[in-house]
């Protein structure tokens, strides 16, 4: 069983930035695909990042491609989210995700992910 728990959520003004983070118990992240969902009130949780088992592949949902970073340390078995020039509608509370995985692509469908984190509050005012 792996843990993922979040941080670095809060308030923010648009155009302002946040990085998320994502602790993981497992001394084996590299065997992991990871991702980032966010889930606005009465709305489904969607896909926002994801990157694979060693970081070389990337993807991202098109309204945060040339904002957000998705990346890893599988060292610190950390996954991280930086988010940049942050928008009103970026605002939910973003979880991340691992799916076992060791191929060269990634899980971008919440059926592919074994585990989830608690979520983090991320809120962007206008």
């Known amino acids: 069983q792996v843990q993922l728990a979040e941080s670095g959520g809060g308030l923010v003004q648009a155009g302002g930035s946040l990085r998320l983070s994502c602790a993981a118990s497992?001394?084996?992240?590299?065997?992991?695909?990871m991702g980032w969902f966010r889930q606005a009130p009465g709305k489904e949780r969607i896909f926002v990042a994801g990157?694979?088992?060693?970081?070389?592949?990337?993807d991202y949902t098109d309204p945060v491609k040339g904002r957000f970073t998705i990346s890893r340390d599988n060292a610190r078995n950390t996954l991280y989210l930086q988010m940049n020039s942050l928008k009103p509608e970026d605002t939910g509370v973003y979880y991340c995700a691992g799916g076992i995985s060791r191929r060269l692509r990634v899980f971008k469908t919440k059926d592919e992910y074994d585990y989830w984190g608690q979520g983090t509050q991320v809120t962007v005012s206008s």
């Open positions: 990157i694979n088992y060693n970081g070389r592949i990337t």
């Open positions: 497992t001394r084996t992240l590299s065997s992991y695909a």
